[in-house]
């Protein structure tokens, strides 16, 4: 399942990967692309305090930031 | 310069712009920057220079006659703000994060309307997340503390309107957007050379300043730092206030609490031994810096507007700044909405305030009349305490989380 959260900026991206992965099985994966800087500090400690896995953060062309995430 | 020198220098601007910088770092510095603010003139605040960036807009169109407006390059805290975002903008460029972000039209939006009642909230509460917050709390003012209060119901209730929003609407931050100018990739080495050529400029523009106004030039030096600085570690107030019964993460509100702990210390020694420029001002006037006359109506009012408008728009009064910085155009139109409001607030709401409220609800409380200097001391850092434990408490347990 992919997420998109381009163009949008704190506190929305957070919001919106909080909401879809309560409606996801533990185990399925998650893939975030988003452009705010901001995820990308706060995704992993996010993951860390909810027990879910950060499977990779890579940037892409355009300026796009791809993160992909087990759930926990 | 020889092999290992060049090493030594990209392995420090590696460390200052390849990743992002604890908040906790971000808050001391700032807390630093703005006592040495305090003892040059006064302390940090941004919705003063709002406010004139707004007037003089309106003035060219002939709006407002008769209002006398200083012009921004003349006006401190009117250039402060403007050097916060170039300073952004060299921290954005120089860790290569710098782009447009165009998001969905609803973003816009909310962007617009956030900014618009951080604007009535600044001017009702007179001073915004940092002059009646970040500055004011340290100041020993208890319109602050009440500021602080309002603000923070503020920001709950509009966390709960986006979670509705959100539930059910979700097309409102869904839609089409775009991204321009980002860096590629391994490349990008011009956003480097372009933060370059921003620093250059600033300094230049500060070296103009140092025979006539050497408080401006210093003015610049500071704000481009402060720029650079909440850039780098992503300081925010909202965040501070938001993420705790958001996400449940404290360390937005710990940069803030340690950024808050530093001024204090410093504030009530200038305060308390009248330290800085006190040839123009009286003692009690230095006292008095940034207690403004908004206990306790003006602050309970402004500090809840202040604090819906401020999660709507996604970012207090910095946080907004060093955004529109960084290229994150929703915050663009947040910055367009406290410009083009504060100067119409203050032409026709705070009138309105100002009569419907007695003036025992709108006068100066400086803490320290009542309580002591060190009364005063000992219950802001207390607060900071019982601020810090609540939130580390609740990143444990999540009592008080939404998610």
Redesign the interface.
């Known amino acids: 399942m992919t997420l998109d959260c381009k163009g949008l900026s704190c506190p929305m991206p957070m919001l919106k990967i909080t909401k879809t992965m309560k409606s996801l099985n533990t185990g399925d994966v998650l893939e975030i692309l988003g452009t705010d800087p901001g995820t990308k500090t706060d995704l992993p400690s996010w993951c860390a305090k909810n027990g879910h896995e950060l499977l990779e953060t890579t940037d892409l062309e355009g300026g796009v930031n791809r993160m992909v995430v087990r759930k926990g | 310069m020889s092999s290992q020198n060049k090493n030594s220098l990209s392995e420090l601007f590696g460390m200052l712009f390849g990743k ?1 910088w604890p908040v906790w770092v971000g808050g001391i510095l700032l807390g630093l920057l703005n006592i040495l603010l305090f003892a040059i003139k006064s302390p940090w605040g941004a919705s003063g220079g709002i406010t004139n960036l707004g007037d003089n807009l309106y003035s060219l169109f002939g709006m407002f006659p008769g209002k006398e407006v200083t012009a921004v390059t003349a006006s401190n805290y009117g250039m402060l703000v403007v050097l916060i975002v170039f300073g952004s903008l060299a921290g954005a460029l120089f860790s290569k ?1 710098f ?1 447009l ?4 039209k609803g ?1 816009m939006i909310k962007g617009f309307i956030g900014g618009a009642l951080m604007a009535v909230g600044a001017t009702v509460g007179i001073g915004c997340s940092i002059g009646s917050f970040f500055s004011g709390v340290p100041a020993l003012s208890g319109g602050a503390l009440v500021f602080s209060f309002a603000m923070f119901a503020g920001v709950i209730v509009s966390l709960k309107y ?2 509705w929003e ?2 059910k609407f979700p097309k409102w ?2 839609g089409k ?3 321009f100018l ?4 391994e490349k990008g080495r011009w956003q480097i050379i372009a933060g370059i050529i921003v620093l250059i400029f600033v300094i230049l523009i500060a070296y103009t300043y140092t025979d006539t106004n050497p408080v401006m030039s210093w003015f610049i030096i500071i704000a481009t730092l402060m720029g650079l600085i909440s850039q780098r570690s ?1 300081f ?1 107030i909202v ?1 501070s206030f ?2 705790p019964f ?4 404290s ?1 937005g509100t710990v940069g803030v609490i340690a950024g808050l702990a530093v001024s204090l210390v410093g504030f009530t020694a200038i305060k308390y031994f009248s330290i800085g420029d006190i040839s123009e001002v009286s003692q009690r006037a230095r006292e008095l810096t940034w207690v403004f006359p908004n206990f306790w109506g003006k602050a309970l009012a402004g500090g809840f507007i202040f604090g819906l408008g401020m999660t709507v728009a ?2 207090c009064a910095v946080g907004t700044l060093w ?1 529109v910085g ?1 290229g ?1 155009i ?2 663009w139109f947040s910055l367009l909405g406290l410009v083009l409001f504060s100067p119409i607030s203050n032409e026709y709401i705070v009138p309105f305030a100002d009569g419907i409220l007695p003036q025992s609800a709108r006068f100066r409380s400086f803490l320290p009349d009542y309580i002591g200097y060190d009364g005063a001391f000992l219950l802001i850092a207390l607060i900071l305490i019982v601020w810090y434990v609540f939130v580390k408490w609740n ?1 444990r347990t999540g009592k008080f989380s939404a ?1």
């Open positions: 992002h994060e782009a972000r165009v998001p969905p973003e986006l979670i959100m539930e931050s869904t957007s775009y991204t980002a860096a590629a990739p992503r925010c965040k938001r993420d958001m996400s449940g993460e360390h996604g970012g955004r960084e994150q929703k915050l990143e998610f």
